[in-house]
Structures are given as structure tokens and as C-alpha cells.
């Protein structure tokens, strides 16, 4: 084995980790756009709000999902499961900074919930809402680590699984379709995707209809 193979492999994971961190902020942060549409339908009702919403959390199954793609084809071909595992272990890397921050959270919720009672001024709670509403963005990003990590750590189990199973029934194949090759893999949870793709789309379309008839 190659020794610059496992670096590569926690490197790929430790890149689609931050890409995927990146995209979650995007997509939960009150400072872009797709919170700031979804807030602009809350105003309308609670039918367009849960329209957006939705197509919001369809639309954000997206770029995690070929990030694990790529890295779970990348990582396969270089080393296999074992590859995978690595790439797991590089993606969790991220996830300790994630955590440390989200000690904003819950510290300035209550907080602000202090300040509320205390009839303090309307400034202190703008401040208190900035700090727990970046605790609440870093949480979001911290489960995106931990459900990618997850999700290639669960390839990885599957791989042998697949393996013990193969040796168990004498060598011989037990699918047609090898889901161990890693483009089947990296094909098949693209396929998966696509469906919440289009949904999203669709509803997003039906939310902004709705919006001008509003």
C-alpha cells in the first residue's frame, strides 16, 4: 500500500466535510437566502411557510449528497473499505470545532430568556438573538458532519458484510449489480437524491405561485 493512498482518503473526507458544513450554513444561516425566503412566506401563512420549508429541506439533501458520492467512489478505488473508513474518520475532523461553537446555543438562549424577564432593553436582546441564532447555524453544521461521517461509515459496515457473506457462500456472487463497486455505490444514492430534487423544485415553484396570488 502506497502510504500517500490513506492520506489522500482523509483528506478527500476531510474536504467534503467542510463543503458540506459550508452548505449547511448556507441553508440554516438567517444571513442568505433560503432562510430569508422561508421567513418572507412566514408572513403570508403557514401553507406557503410549510411549502418553502419543505423545498428548503429537499433542497439541502443536494450537495451532501455528492460530496459522500465523490468521496465514497474516490476513497473506494484508492483503498477499498478500507478507504472509506478513513475518509469517515477525516470527515469527523471538522466536527470538534462544530461542537466547540455550539456552546453559543443554549448559553444565549437563556440569556436572552434572562433578559426578557429582566424587562432589559430591546438592544440586549438583538445582541442575545445574534449570538443563539449563530449557536443554532453551528449546531446544524454539526449534524451535517456527523450524518455524512455516518452515512460512509454505514458503507464501510456494509462492505463487510458483504464480504463475510461472499466467503460464507463459497466465493460465489451473490448480486448481479455489485453494490461494492463504488460507481453502482456513488450512482445509487445520486438516484436516491433525485426524487427530493424535483420535489423541491416543484414545491418551491407552487410557493412562489402562491406568493404572488397572495
Not at 81 to 100: E, Q, R, T, V
Not at 148 to 162: D, E
Not at 165 to 188: E, K, Q, R, T
Amino acid at each position: 500500500m502506497q502510504p500517500w493512498k490513506p492520506w489522500l482518503c482523509t483528506i478527500v473526507g476531510l474536504v467534503s466535510g467542510l463543503i458540506i458544513g459550508y452548505f449547511t450554513e448556507y441553508m440554516t444561516s438567517h444571513s442568505y437566502t433560503p432562510v430569508r425566503e422561508v421567513s418572507n412566506a412566514c408572513r403570508t401563512g403557514a401553507a406557503t411557510n410549510i411549502i418553502y420549508g419543505l423545498a428548503l429541506g429537499y433542497l439541502s439533501t443536494i450537495i451532501p449528497i455528492l460530496c459522500i458520492a465523490l468521496t465514497s467512489y474516490i476513497s473506494n478505488k484508492l483503498l477499498s473499505f478500507y478507504g472509506i473508513g478513513l475518509a469517515s474518520l477525516g470527515m469527523l475532523c471538522n466536527l470538534p470545532i462544530g461542537l466547540a461553537i455550539d456552546g453559543y446555543g443554549p448559553i444565549s438562549d437563556n440569556a436572552g430568556g434572562i433578559a426578557e424577564m429582566a424587562l432589559l432593553g430591546h438592544d440586549v436582546r438583538e445582541k442575545t438573538d445574534a449570538l443563539d441564532a449563530a449557536g443554532n447555524t453551528t449546531a446544524a453544521i454539526g449534524k451535517g458532519f456527523a450524518i455524512g461521517s455516518a452515512a460512509l461509515v454505514c458503507l464501510s459496515l456494509y462492505g463487510g458484510f458483504v464480504t463475510k457473506a461472499i466467503a460464507y457462500n463459497g466465493n460465489a456472487p451473490l448480486l448481479n449489480a455489485d453494490i461494492m463497486d463504488p460507481l453502482v455505490f456513488s450512482c445509487l444514492i445520486i438516484g436516491a437524491m433525485l426524487p427530493y430534487l424535483f420535489s423541491a423544485f416543484t414545491m418551491k415553484s407552487v410557493g412562489k405561485a402562491a406568493l404572488k396570488m397572495v
